[in-house]
């Protein structure tokens, strides 16, 4: 049995984590469906995912502590060494990730949230790193992306006072795009997975490898990439039939590449 479901909907793939006992909470078996899944995605078939938790109470609501509780220093780096490759390969995945935040996204929740490129909350989601009131640092990539995503001033606030904020806020500080009542979030999610999907497939996924990668750069070297990128659009199909689509003022045929 895994911890972690996945559903294909035509160019859409849904990956529910699915432990909803214990409100979807990552251990190392949990993490290592959640790798085999991502692993396992066509990407020949799929243009954008959405990551949710199973039930209406949570998203992921952290790390396992009582996993966590009798780790030794040895076991505690190598379940952050766990988390924190399978977080990076979901952020690195060629293809836009859409986190459906269906309720508590806290800790390793809030983290995983962070690896995907777009956040959507339910009204009753709840963000926050607890992880300071137990004890130990955020460990799968909180004290990294959480300041890259809403500033330094506020991620340091969240996480020395191991405050949680709830889904208004994540909005205002722009940690979320948008906030649906709980049963509109799924639809809201697959509306625009599918409209990412409906668009020149090269095109969004050197998109996103122009955001991802330029994020990490210095502005020269990657106002630099972004020519490159732009380049291995032209010529493919996609790029010919929508312009020529558009000079000849007629609808373009669906993008194929
Ligand atoms: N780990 C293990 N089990 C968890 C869990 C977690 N992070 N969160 C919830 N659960 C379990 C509870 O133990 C409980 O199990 P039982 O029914 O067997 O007792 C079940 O899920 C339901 O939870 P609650 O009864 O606590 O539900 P609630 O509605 O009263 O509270 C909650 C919900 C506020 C989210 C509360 O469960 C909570 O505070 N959870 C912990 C949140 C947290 O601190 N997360 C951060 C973990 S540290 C981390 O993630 C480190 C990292 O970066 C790697």
Redesign the pocket.
Known sequence: MSFVKYEQKDFVGVVTIDRE???N??NPEVLKDLEAVIDAVDLDKTRCLVLTGAGQ??FV????????STMTPDEGRA??AQ?NAVFRKIEKLPIPVIAAVNG?A????C?LSLSCDIRLASENA?FG???T??G?????G?TQRLARTIGVGKAKELIYASRNMKAPEALACGLVNAVYPAEELMDAALKLANRIAGNAPIAVRQSKKAVNMGLQMDIDTAVALEPELFAACFGTQDQQNAMTAFCEKRKHDPFIN
């Open positions: 006992k214990a409100l909470a990552l109470k949570a609501a952290g790390a396992d502590i009582g996993a966590m379940f952050s988390g508590f806290l800790g390793g929740g983290e709840v790193q607890p992880e009131g137990l130990i640092t955020p460990g799968f909180g």
